[in-house]
DNA sequence: GAAGTTCCTGAACACTGTCAAGATACTGAC
DNA sequence: GTCAGTATCTTGACAGTGTTCAGGAACTTC
């Protein structure tokens, strides 16, 4: 059965280039520009036909979203990774920030559709029950709190909570620079890196055990 | 000229009265709902005449968001008063950052129109260089540092630096939760305010002279 | 009452997501 | 080789969106 692997093997890769046609106009043109004709004209299909392949664009959209969460991960991965070998926590917390601080300002829109997705539809809707799972670097933090914990250099308290409050200020930033409410406080480009950089250091040190001076290296 | 007075107050009230509408229509049906014919609707008016008292939906939108604005404002600052007389630094910190994720949950489809209008059109256009002005609350924060700062209560940097850093964390928080980003993390709708207080107490220790044991009262 | 101004509307345009019905091309069986 | 069946794609429409523009109605001024 030969051809009904290879049709399947078709119905994938259409299905891909959908999500990949999807994913360039929305980096080179913008969420605007990102409409179902858009996608059918850039692979040359019909418009008709993308619903053979996803049952509505929010599902189209999930997929391009998904895409852009491991291209995230990834991207603070390798800044993770440019630090060397066993870096201290203090220095791996900050290059998870900085890499996602410079990911939202580098891929505005594909950022801001990442987490602006869920409709704003409904009136007072709380957030939906349908899964979004913790995205990878969330884990990573967890482990970074703990690991610094068990060395003795931090005493916060739940390290999940702990991942997700930097987590919370690195995004808040990345999302009021990127709706402007933050220009008018700032100079320069440059100003926003050291809006992150101070945000670290004042979470980092709010996570250190009293009367503790410089954080020492824990590892290495 | 009592009539062109006249006149000219018809046409103010039509125009609030358009924006009131569109207000209504956010809160209680959500963004989607949010239509120029659905305004118009609502107000026994063509779709049309809304064009003459607003250029574009946009127009119109940011006229509803800084209403959204100053509710917000309103909200932080009688979370504030209700703190009593001279209420010390941390509290008021603390009511400031409480009353902000309080409004984005209670406001939702508000919340997020205020946040995340500036259109992500273009593919890597960075902020708008249109003033957004900074909020009321910022600079009350940025006077909160400060006086705490004179107390020898903290040594914060920049106060405004930190301000925009306490800002940042609720918003973050706020958004993440209203994207649905943090319901896998937590259980119950009260473990969002306990991530809020986790956040605040790291933020505002952060900040704390080296050292200092419990926060000391800076006022009455 | 005529002329002029102001205000509003009906109807259209170009666009959107979405879908039912039909055309086309490929497959398997006789 | 032909025919039925199936998988795939397109045509053309529907209802909705923001927006514009020619024209009509009401009011004001002369």
């Not at 080179?28 to 993308?50: H, K, M, Q, V």
């Not at 390798?78 to 201290?88: I, K, Q």
């Not at 939202?104 to 869920?118: C, D, G, H, I, S």
């Not at 005493?155 to 933050?182: E, F, I, R």
Request: glycine share 8%; net charge neutral.
């Amino acid at each position: 059965m030969g051809i009904a692997e290879r049709r399947q093997r078709q119905r994938a890769a259409l299905r891909t280039r959908i999500v990949e046609a999807a994913r360039d106009i929305l980096s080179a043109e913008g969420l605007d520009a990102l409409s179902i004709r858009s996608i059918a004209e850039r692979i040359e299909y019909s418009p008709a036909t993308i619903y053979l392949y996803f049952r509505h664009k929010d599902d189209l959209i999930r997929e391009v979203v998904k895409a852009g969460f491991t291209r995230l991960a990834e991207s603070i991965e390798r800044a993770v990774a440019e630090l060397g070998p066993d870096p201290n926590s203090a220095e791996q917390f900050r290059a998870t920030g900085r890499a996602y601080a410079r990911f939202a300002v580098e891929n505005t829109a594909y950022f801001r559709l990442m987490f602006e997705l869920p409709k704003a539809s409904r009136p007072d809707c709380l957030p939906p029950a349908e899964a979004v799972p913790l995205p990878p670097w969330h884990t990573d933090l967890v482990t970074l709190v703990t690991r610094a914990k068990e060395a003795g250099l931090t005493n916060a308290g739940d390290p999940a909570q702990a991942a997700l409050v930097g987590w919370a200020v690195m995004h808040g930033l990345a999302s009021l620079y990127l709706s402007g409410h933050l220009t008018p406080a700032l100079q320069g480009p440059g100003e926003l890196a050291e809006l992150v950089e101070a945000a670290l250091a004042t979470l980092w040190k709010g996570w250190k055990v009293e009367g503790t001076g410089e954080p020492a290296r824990d590892r290495g």
